[in-house]
C-alpha cells in the first residue's frame, strides 16, 4: 500500500516510528519510504517533537518536611498510647483497631493530597506542551533537507531547526517567507541565531499557506513591504499535521 495515499496508516506508522513500536522490517521499510517522502519524513519529525515534549513534564515532588513531621508526630503518639495500656475508653484490641483506622485514615488523607498535588502539576505542565498544527520540511537546490518549520498553535510559535551545514555570512540574513496562493510573499521574520530560532506568528497568517520559503537578504532583512530581494535558498510545502 501506498503510505501516501493513506494519510491515517502513515501518521499511525509514524509515531510508531518515532516511539521505537516499529521494528525490524518494517521499520527499515518505512526509513526506506521516508527517505523518498518529505511528507513522510515531517510526520515522524513531528511525532519526534511530540513525544520529547512529553519528557519535559515535571518530576514528582516529595511531600513536605511538615508533611513527614505530623506523620512522626502521629505516630509516636500511637506508639505511647498503646504503652499506657489505657483502658478507659473500652477494650485494648477494640482501641487498637480504631487507632489503627484513625493513622490509616491519617496515611490516606496525606496520601491523597500529595496524589493531587502532583497530578495537578502533571496536567498543566500537559496542557503548556506544544500543539503542533503545521509543519514544513525545506528543501535546498539538491532536494538536501535543510530546515524543519513547525507551528505551535498553542503558544503561537514557529520554530525553525536547521538540519544542513548552511550558514550565512555575518553581513547577511535568513528570512522565512509565507507562500499563500496567488499572492505576493509576506514576510514572516528574520532567522537569526543557532541551530533552533522562534518566531512568533498568527494561525491566521499560515492559513491556507501551501509553501514556505527562506531567502537570503541583508543583515536584518528585506526592506518592509519590497519582498524577498535575495536569492531563494530552501523552500517546501507546508502542511497541516491533522
Not at 48 to 77: F, G, Y
Not at 206 to 220: F, K
Amino acid at each position: 500500500m501506498n503510505l501516501l495515499h493513506s494519510p491515517e496508516l502513515a501518521d499511525r506508522l509514524a509515531a510508531a516510528y518515532a516511539l521505537g513500536t516499529l521494528r525490524g522490517g518494517a521499520r527499515r521499510r518505512f526509513e526506506a519510504l521516508a527517505r523518498q517522502s518529505p511528507t513522510l519524513r515531517a510526520t515522524a519529525l513531528v511525532w519526534q517533537e511530540r513525544l520529547a515534549a512529553m519528557t519535559e513534564l515535571q518530576t514528582q515532588e516529595a511531600p513536605s518536611a511538615n508533611v513527614w513531621k505530623r506523620i512522626e508526630i502521629a505516630l509516636r503518639r500511637d506508639a505511647e498510647a498503646r504503652a499506657t495500656k489505657d483502658g478507659r475508653s473500652g477494650p485494648p484490641a477494640r482501641v487498637g483497631f480504631w487507632r489503627a483506622a484513625a493513622l490509616a485514615g491519617g496515611f490516606a488523607t496525606v496520601a491523597a493530597f500529595t496524589l493531587a498535588a502532583y497530578t495537578g502539576s502533571q496536567l498543566t505542565e500537559v496542557s503548556a506542551a506544544p500543539q503542533i498544527r503545521y509543519v514544513a520540511m525545506l528543501h535546498d537546490d539538491r532536494s538536501a533537507p535543510a530546515m524543519l518549520v513547525t507551528f505551535d498553535a498553542r503558544h503561537g510559535t514557529l520554530t525553525l531547526k536547521r538540519l544542513g551545514p548552511f550558514r550565512e555570512p555575518s553581513d547577511q540574513s535568513l528570512q522565512l517567507w509565507a507562500l499563500p496562493p496567488g499572492a505576493a510573499p509576506q514576510s514572516l521574520g528574520v532567522v537569526q541565531g543557532g541551530t533552533v530560532v522562534h518566531l512568533t506568528a498568527a494561525e491566521g497568517q499560515l492559513r491556507q499557506v501551501p509553501a514556505l520559503a527562506i531567502s537570503l537578504e541583508p543583515r536584518g532583512g528585506a526592506p518592509v513591504g519590497s519582498g524577498p530581494t535575495g536569492p531563494v535558498l530552501f523552500k517546501g510545502a507546508f502542511v497541516p499535521t491533522t
